[in-house]
């Protein structure tokens, strides 16, 4: 994902202003251009917005991430055949949610004569839009806040947990790393060298990760940002090769999975569709942001092939031995080593990107309460709280397939299944929707809000229960020393 800003947005950054940053500011910064009312829909001025192109590559990367690589254990949760269809179903629900909030959002900027709304901006509007809710509309941008900050700090979490289980298995792996990348269906890590508990890996990022999200402008992150995305999309490649030239028949591996994985099925998969965030952002500065709905089916149809692909061949490659990142999987050779190795690379860089928007929503309001010589102390200050406290939940949390379906069951779930049909009833509220309509959102964000219940409760459920067994081994392998 891409992210900061080429403005001074200092004081604008609070939970509760009028402007909130957004992932592509800095790296995809706004045109000029005519104020919606006007609906010529092109931008015009000395400096163009972006392309079709730029806009669809910039909607790939932000919905592809560390969420993909755990789409193969997604799918063993839900079953070999269940596994594809939810995807695709969660996929067509998914991009329909991102198209309600970019209708809604052209709705409520003519109302409000605004050139282009947040997603915070464009749920307070639609509140405004009903009577009775109109008294606590600022309420409803906080809260989409609130779940904004609650997902990046989330991915921030996940992102430790990744780099630290990769980065330990090729460390232990390396006196056994040979250049025969033989197929054995298993993690094929045979031989290793024991190292340091996972959770001291992420303690030894931490000191990099600081140092990395004290970049005073995300701009000069920007050429890193551009090898990072090459050598993920390169690392991708070679993933989905080592996996279709290893898939083996499925004669085992149950089409349906047990009712109580579901659930986590529901989290990961949710995680995945993670880029309803940028949405707005991307078509508030595209050059002919007309073009912008066959960029939205153009890319997320791609997105979700991606998805449903992947989930499907890496489970049918490594069968119930899937970790909770393919890159877990692959073979001790050196190829692969380094697949996972340029992978961590870019989830490192990709760091700073996530961090950008809940630290622009929280810092900016602290810095502007004390003096101007403390500004810049108290802002390094903050942001080094900030990813301490991401790091400390992973280190809390050590199990990167469970993370990642919490992060995805509480938070990504409001923003992308539950909030946009409400925002639709909201901002139609004067016009009147069909009970059919009405019905369509109604059962949407009953299908979020059951996803959330019971994807957290399962979620934590099964954090609760791996702590108590790891435990018991420790416990046990005392007793017999």
């Known amino acids: 994902m891409m992210a900061s800003s080429d403005v001074d947005i200092r004081g604008e950054g609070s939970l509760f202003s009028d402007q909130n940053p957004s992932e592509m500011d800095a790296l995809c910064p706004s045109p000029p251009g005519p104020s919606r009312p006007q609906r010529h829909y092109e931008r015009i001025g000395g400096r163009t917005g972006t392309s079709f192109c730029q806009t669809l590559i910039h909607l790939l990367k932000g919905n592809i991430g560390t969420g993909l690589l755990g789409l193969p254990l997604a799918v063993k949760n839900a079953g070999l055949v269940l596994g ?23 709705h409520l900027s003519v109302k409000v004569n605004r050139q282009s709304l947040t997603y915070g901006e464009a749920v307070q509007y639609g509140m405004e839009n009903v009577s009775w809710l109109r008294r606590h509309s600022q309420w409803g941008k906080r809260t989409v806040n609130l779940f904004l ?21 090729v460390v232990e792996a390396a006196n056994a790393t040979t250049f025969s990348c033989q197929m054995n269906h298993t993690n094929q890590t045979q031989t290793l060298v024991p190292s340091f508990d996972s959770r ?3 303690l030894c990022f931490l000191p990099a990760i600081i140092l990395l999200v004290f970049t005073p402008n995300l701009k000069y992150l920007a050429p890193l940002s551009l090898v990072a995305n090459l050598v993920m999309t390169a690392s991708l490649i070679l993933i989905y090769f080592y996996s279709l030239t290893n898939i083996t028949y499925p004669f085992n591996l149950p089409k349906v999975g047990r009712a109580k994985d579901y659930p986590l099925f529901f989290g990961t998969a949710i995680f995945a569709f993670e880029g309803i965030g940028v949405v707005l952002p991307l078509e508030n500065k595209m050059q002919r942001p007309q073009s912008f709905t066959l960029v939205l089916y153009m890319g997320m149809g791609i997105v979700t092939f991606l998805y449903i692909s992947l989930g499907t061949i890496g489970y ?40 950008y ?8 309001p602290v810095v502007a309460r004390v003096s101007e010589r403390w500004e810049t102390a108290v802002d390094l200050l903050l942001r080094t709280v900030l990813v301490i406290f991401t790091c400390a939940l ?9 993370v990642i379906s919490l992060v995805g069951s509480v938070s990504s779930s409001f ?11 909201l901002a139609f509220h004067e016009e009147g929707l069909s009970p059919l309509v009405t019905g369509k959102n109604v059962v949407i964000s009953l299908v979020g809000l059951v996803g959330f219940l019971t994807g957290t409760y399962i979620a934590i459920v099964e954090i609760i229960n791996r702590n108590a067994q790891k435990h018991e081994e420790t416990f046990s392998s005392y007793l017999v020393q």
């Open 84 to 106: 594809p269809v939810s995807l695709l179903v969660m996929g067509i629900i998914a991009v329909h949610c991102m198209r309600l909030l970019v209708s809604c959002s052209h």
């Open 149 to 169: 900050i609650i997902t990046q700090l989330g991915f921030c979490c996940v992102y430790f947990v990744f780099l630290s289980d990769n980065v330990k298995q």
């Open 200 to 202: 001291l890996y992420m």
């Open 316 to 355: 049918m490659c490594f069968g119930e031995q899937i970790g909770g990142s393919i890159t877990l999987n692959l073979p001790n050779c050196w190829t692969y080593q380094a697949v996972k190795l340029l992978y961590c690379f870019g989830i490192f860089i990709t760091f700073a990107l996530q961090f």
């Open 357 to 364: 928007v809940p630290a622009e929503i929280l810092i900016p």
């Open 394 to 402: 992973a280190v809390l949390i050590p199990e990167l397939d469970l």
């Open 415 to 425: 923003l992308a299944l539950i909030f946009p049909p409400i925002l639709q009833i």
